[in-house]
């Protein structure tokens, strides 16, 4: 079956590094995200991995993939107030496009 | 270059009602997928429209119905609304259409059910 799992909430000080983690169970997927959403507003892409890929590094951000266990994490480095959003994993499935989501989660980044 | 785009923003309606949203797709985009999202939860799947044809459809009844135009544009139509249709719908916008290929989001319209 097709599942996302996240953990709901993290909270950190600002300047920590966070680190959100996501398991899936699509072993076909080829490519996973991490998107992110502000209150009220849409999703917002992030980043994300193709899955022949183990690590992938953009400005702040660094992805790893754990392919074996099919698990991604998010890791947001020197993490600011503005970082403070709900965070969601997703998966693409099959050659529908269709991407399956995590419930997200909510990182809180403390002054 | 615009972002996907989605109207209204809001809108009320009661039950047994009928609805239609909108989105514009990003400039150059040719693919466009639907997602539903409840409060605190994911967003879930609901179809994907592909060179106006349908490419794809989620777990959802017969009266969640799409159109795509030749301008790549898209519609949303829900017939016989439901108090728990109430949600965030969302519009993803993609360069190439199929599988694997990139999504941007737009804003999203607020729907709710009374």
């Known amino acids: 079956g097709e599942d996302v799992e996240q953990s709901l909430f993290l909270s950190v000080r600002e300047g920590d590094s966070s680190v959100i983690n996501c398991t899936y169970t699509?072993?076909?997927?080829?490519?996973l995200y991490w998107y992110k959403q502000e209150p009220g507003a849409g999703l917002q892409l992030l980043t994300y991995?193709?899955?022949?890929?183990d690590m992938k590094q953009d400005q702040r951000l660094t992805v790893l993939l754990n392919k074996k266990d099919k698990h991604l994490s998010l890791r947001i480095a020197d993490t600011q107030t503005g970082d403070s959003a709900i965070y969601f994993c997703?998966?693409?499935?099959?050659?529908?496009?269709?991407?399956?989501f995590g419930q997200g989660t909510t990182l809180q980044v403390k002054p | 270059e615009t972002g996907v785009t989605q109207s209204p923003t809001h809108l009320i309606k009661t039950r047994g009602q009928q609805v239609t949203l909108r989105c514009s797709s990003q400039?150059?985009?040719?693919?466009v997928s639907w997602y539903q999202q409840a409060l605190g939860q994911g967003p879930q799947f609901i179809f994907q429209?592909?060179?106006?044809?349908?490419?794809g459809r989620g777990n959802f009844p017969p009266r969640f119905s799409g159109l795509q135009f030749p301008n790549y544009s898209s519609e949303l139509n829900v017939n016989a609304l439901e108090l728990d249709d109430s949600a965030l719908y969302l519009c993803?916008?993609?360069?190439?259409?199929?599988?694997?290929?990139?999504?941007?989001f737009g804003p999203g319209t607020r729907l709710t059910v009374l």
């Open positions: 699509d072993s076909s997927s080829t490519y």
């Open positions: 993803a916008s993609s360069p190439r259409g199929g599988g694997a290929d990139t999504q941007y």
């Open positions: 991995i193709f899955s022949n890929m």
């Open positions: 997703a998966e693409s499935s099959g050659n529908t496009g269709k991407l399956i």
């Open positions: 400039s150059g985009h040719n693919t």
């Open positions: 429209y592909y060179r106006e044809e349908e490419n």
